[in-house]
C-alpha cells in the first residue's frame, strides 16, 4: 500500500457558524494530502500539469465521524491499494490530535491530457512512484 | 417529490489553476441550494439554529461529469424524496446554463440538539414543511 | 460616476465560529461585484482574459464597520470616478438589507499581457464602457 | 518588536485561473500567522474566546508585490511594534521560497466583549504576552 501523511492545524476561516470545520474543507485537506504525497514522489501536481496532464476528480465520497475544531491538529491520510489504469483510486481520512477518525472517504481521478481535454493515461512518472511504494511495503 | 433550484454564477475566486471551478466548490453550491429550500420553506437554517437544531452533514457525494467555468450561470437542484426520521437524504444535481449536467451527489444530514451536541429528531417545521411539499406534487 | 450593484445572501460556509462572515469574504464579494459589473457593460472578465489580458489586483483597503450574518441579504457596490489609464481604482461597498454599511473599502487593478505578463492598458473595450458611462450620469 | 513566522506550501484551492494564489487567500494567511503567533504565545485565539473575547478585524491592508504560484512555499510574517491599547495593530508580508515578498500588509484589530458584543480592553494574558516579546528583542 502506498500511504501518505501531512498535518494539517486547522485555520480559523475554515470554522463555520456551528463551531466547526465546515464539512466542505475536509474535501480540500484531501486534495492537499493528495498533492503533498505527489511532491513526496517527486513529482508534484505542478510538474505533471507542466508535463501536459492534469488530473481533474472524478467521484468524491466523504463520510463525517466527529467534528474538527479550532486547534486542532488534523492528520490528513492518502492511502494507495493498487496502481492507476484509466482511473485512480485512492483512500483518505482525517483523525485529529487525540487519533480519533474525524472523517473518511475515498476519491476516483482521472487524467486529461491538457491541450486536447481528452482522458489519457497516468503519467509514467507518476505510475513508477505508486508501483514502486506498492511493491516496497 | 419536493424540488427546489437555486441559481449560482459561477465567481471568479472559485477557479483553479485547471482554469475550471474547483471541486470542493460544488459541495458549497450543493449546501447552499439546500438552505435556500430551507428559505422558501418559511423555515431558514438560521431560525432552526435559533430554535436549537444542527443540521450537521452526515456523508456527502459526488460524481462530476462536465466542467463549470467562469461566465457559467449555474442551476443547483435539491430535491427530497421521502420525510426524514433521523436523518434526512436530499439528492442534488448542478446544470449549467445549456442544462448540461456537471455534477450530481447526495448528502445526508442529521439533526443536533445544540445544547446537548446529542442527535435529534427533525425539527417540527421542516418536518411539516417538507411533508406538505410531499404530498402537493 | 460608474455605479454597479450586486446582491449576495450569505452563505452558510462564508460565516466563521464568531458567528459572523469571516472578513476575507467581503474581498471576495468584492471581486464579484467588480466582475458582475464588467458583464453589465458586456465585457466579462472571461472575454478580456481571452483577448489576452488579465486584471490582477495591486492594492486591496477594507474597513470593517458591522458584521454580516447568515440570513443577511448584501448588497455590494463598485464604483469608478475616472476611467484607468495604469491602474484602474475602484471604491466598494456591502450594505445589509436595513440599509446599514457593513464595509467600505478600495481597490486598485492592474492590467497585465497574458502572454508576456507584462503591464499593459486598459483594454479599450473596457475603456470605452467605463468612458460613456462617466459621461451618462 | 514581536515577530512570528509561519510556513504555508501553497494548497491547489488557493490558485484561480490566472495559475496565481487568489488575491483574497493572503488575508487568510495573515489571519493563520496572527493565530499562529496567539499559539506561540501560549495563549491561542479558541482559549482567547473561551474567555469570553472575540478578536474582529477592524480595517486590512493589502499590497500585491509578486504573485504567488503552486509548489510555493509561503513564509508569512506578522510583526507587533507596540502594545495594544483599544486596538492591535500588526504589520504583515509574505514571502515565498526565494525571499521575494510577494505581498505586505497591515491589520487593525479590535477586542469584543463575547457576551454583550461590546469593546473591550485587550485580554491580559495576551498583552502580558506581547510586553513581554517587546522588552526582549
Not at 480559523?12 to 493528495?34: K, L, P, W
Not at 501536481?45 to 507542466?50: A, G, N, Q, R, V
Not at 476528480?57 to 488534523?74: N, S
Not at 477518525?101 to 512518472?125: D, I
Amino acid at each position: 500500500m502506498v500511504y501518505s501523511e501531512t498535518l494539517f492545524p486547522v485555520r480559523y476561516y475554515e470554522t463555520d457558524q456551528m463551531g466547526i470545520v465546515h464539512h466542505s474543507n475536509y474535501i480540500r485537506y484531501f486534495e492537499c494530502a493528495r498533492n503533498n504525497m505527489m511532491r513526496e514522489f517527486g513529482y508534484p501536481i505542478e510538474m505533471c500539469e507542466e508535463d501536459g496532464v492534469t488530473i481533474p476528480i472524478v467521484t468524491v465520497e466523504c463520510h463525517y465521524k466527529h467534528p474538527a475544531k479550532m486547534g486542532d491538529d488534523l492528520r490528513v491520510v492518502a492511502m494507495i491499494d493498487e496502481a492507476p489504469l484509466a482511473k485512480l483510486r485512492i483512500r483518505q481520512a482525517v483523525y485529529n490530535q487525540d487519533n480519533v477518525l474525524c472523517v473518511e472517504g475515498q476519491v476516483v481521478l482521472g487524467f486529461l491530457n491538457k491541450a486536447t481535454g481528452r482522458p489519457t493515461r497516468c503519467p509514467e512518472k507518476l505510475l513508477v512512484a505508486i508501483e514502486s511504494h506498492l511493491n516496497d511495503r
